[in-house]
C-alpha cells in the first residue's frame, strides 16, 4: 500500500479560529483542524454527488 500524500490549504485565520474552538470544546469529536477539514470535504463531495 502507498503512503498517502497530501496537500496544504490555506484558510482565513477566522475560519480556523472557529474550527480551533470546536475543537477545543471537544464538541463532535475532532482532535485536529486537518481532521475537521477533511471530514467537511468529504461531507460536501457526497452533498454534490447527490445532487
Do not use: H, T, W
Request: net charge positive; aromatic share 6%.
Amino acid at each position: 500500500m502507498c503512503p498517502k500524500k497530501y496537500v496544504n490549504v490555506k484558510i482565513p485565520i477566522e475560519l480556523a479560529n472557529e474550527v480551533d474552538k470546536i475543537i477545543e470544546k471537544k464538541l463532535l469529536g475532532y482532535r485536529s483542524r486537518a481532521e475537521f477539514v477533511a471530514e467537511s470535504i468529504r461531507a460536501k463531495l457526497a452533498e454534490i454527488k447527490r445532487q
